[in-house]
T-cell receptor, first 116, second 112 residues
Framework: GENVEQHPSTLSVQEGDSAVIKCTYSDSASNYFPWYKQELGKRPQLIIDIRSNVGEKKDQRIAVTLNKTAKHFSLHITETQPEDSAVYFC???????????????FGTGTRLQVTL | SAVISQKPSRDICQRGTSLTIQCQVDSQVTMMFWYRQQPGQSLTLIAT?????????ESGFVIDKFPISRPNLTFSTLTVSNMSPEDSSIYLCSVGGEEKLFFGSGTQLSVL
């Protein structure tokens, strides 16, 4: 089955700096790669996702890049703020031909701390 | 995105007992998933619950321990049976909408 590795496990940055979290996946059939943010005691929240036919996607201060050949994808957060502090999970799935949701395999998580 | 209600939000149970967790969605969804998140860990898929068919369990999870019901397109239950302290986790239901998955608020289970 799919295996998703995520690095680093913890990341501390100063407010205003950029943060990068990297993931690799094993199954070349995977074609959908979401990122979730989980604050303490709360549910995981989808923050951005990318499909295999796209190399990069941006949404304000966050962006995701995908390298299908190398089977890795990354989350980039620019101009970090204290409210970005949370645990971030990458995930991968094969999707379906009809575009409906498919099960996700999650990475191990990155605890991001943004310090003042 | 769909509104996903999960209950109970938390419970403390004695070993050997069972707990049923409910997941209610405000719209019809084809795919529902149950995940477990052990303390400080990532999310692990327990099973996929499809309406009108048996749930599909992932390796390491069995129906006798985690029976699932999916009576219609807006509701599912997960039962944690014959609980032990190792079952102490957060259990999350997740629903799919056009490839994206969204999570319920979770059930924090502590087994004494």
């Amino acid at each position: 089955g799919e295996n998703v590795e995520q690095h680093p496990s913890t990341l501390s940055v100063q407010e205003g700096d950029s943060a990068v979290i990297k993931c690799t996946y094993s199954d070349s059939a995977s074609n959908y790669f979401p990122w979730y943010k989980q604050e303490l005691g709360k549910r995981p929240q989808l923050i951005i996702d990318i499909r295999s036919n796209v190399g990069e996607k941006k949404d304000q201060r966050i962006a995701v890049t995908l390298n299908k050949t190398a089977k890795h994808f990354s989350l980039h957060i620019t101009e970090t703020q204290p409210e970005d502090s949370a645990v971030y999970f990458c995930a991968a799935s094969k999707g379906t031909s009809t575009g409906t949701a498919s099960k996700l395999t999650f990475g191990t998580g990155t605890r991001l701390q943004v310090t003042l | 995105s769909a509104v996903i209600s999960q209950k109970p939000s938390r419970d403390i149970c004695q070993r050997g007992t069972s707990l049923t967790i409910q997941c209610q969605v405000d719209s019809q969804v084809t795919m529902m998933f149950w995940y477990r998140q052990q303390p400080g860990q990532s999310l692990t898929l327990i099973a996929t619950a499809n309406q009108g068919s048996e749930a599909t369990y992932e390796s390491g999870f069995v129906i006798d321990k985690f029976p699932i019901s999916r009576p219609n397109l807006t509701f599912s239950t997960l039962t944690v049976s014959n609980m032990s302290p190792e079952d102490s986790s957060i259990y999350l239901c997740s629903v799919g909408g056009e490839e994206k998955l969204f999570f319920g608020s979770g059930t924090q289970l502590s087994v004494l």
